[in-house]
Antibody
Framework: EVQLVESGGGLVKPGGSLRLSCAASGFIFSTYSMNWVRQAPGKGLEWVSF????????SYADSVKGRFTISRDNAKNSLYLQMNSLRAEDTAVYYCARLISSGSSDYWGQGTLVTVSS | QSALTQPRSVSGSPGQSVTISCTGTSSDVGGYNYVSWYQQHPGKAPKLMIY???KRPSGVPDRFSGSKSGSTASLTISGLQAEDEADYYC??????????FGGGTKLTVL
């Protein structure tokens, strides 16, 4: 059974940092590209970042470029999102999602809540 | 990276059909056949309902169908059921390994 489990969310002050993790199981993680997608409270979905299966291609939304860094460790079946210089508008549930085609994600984690507040 | 345009809400009675539109540009919806649709119930993670414009993942009822004309994609749900009441989001590949989502549509089953 495919499972994606996010962790690392929490309350952080503006300007602070947080590292999210996504543990994958039930599939060959090293063969799939992955996305991070977030959802602010009561708002819609927003794509955050993409990483290809071998980390050769990486992209970010303009809203997080220069502040967030996506990475993965295929040996540990894990995806990461390092978030620096956090702002109030980064407050959201962050989901990791497995890609099956250009842009389509067939499995999502349950999400981890990041709250940026003083 | 502007969001795709969806109606804020749609509604229909059980058994009826509803269509949700998703309008983008030639840089996203109109430029690629990589539109997907997600269903999200409150407090839950999104669920993939349609990908690559018209394809249905295993387990998704054939009541759900997708199409595209130019820069507008559509999701049609026929034979509406109470459990279809949810938020629906479209998503399109937008080049350079990026995607863009629509603002979401709240479907109410009357």
């Amino acid at each position: 059974e495919v499972q994606l489990v996010e962790s690392g969310g929490g309350l952080v002050k503006p300007g602070g940092s947080l590292r999210l993790s996504c543990a994958a199981s039930g599939f060959i993680f090293s063969t799939y590209s992955m996305n991070w997608v977030r959802q602010a409270p009561g708002k819609g979905l927003e794509w955050v970042s993409f990483i290809s299966s071998s980390s050769g291609y990486i992209s970010y939304a303009d809203s997080v470029k220069g502040r967030f860094t996506i990475s993965r460790d295929n040996a540990k079946n894990s995806l990461y999102l390092q978030m620096n210089s956090l702002r109030a508008e980064d407050t959201a549930v962050y989901y990791c999602a497995r890609l099956i085609s250009s842009g389509s994600s067939d499995y999502w984690g349950q999400g981890t809540l990041v709250t940026v507040s003083s | 990276q502007s969001a795709l345009t969806q109606p804020r809400s749609v509604s229909g009675s059980p058994g009826q059909s509803v269509t949700i539109s998703c309008t983008g540009t030639s840089s996203d919806v109109g430029g690629y056949n990589y539109v997907s649709w997600y269903q999200q119930h409150p407090g839950k993670a999104p669920k993939l309902m349609i990908y690559d414009v018209t394809k249905r993942p295993s387990g998704v009822p054939d009541r759900f169908s997708g199409s595209k004309s130019g820069s507008t994609a559509s999701l049609t749900i026929s034979g509406l059921q109470a459990e279809d009441e949810a938020d629906y989001y479209c998503c399109s590949y937008a080049g350079s390994y990026s995607v863009v989502f629509g603002g979401g549509t709240k479907l109410t089953v009357l």
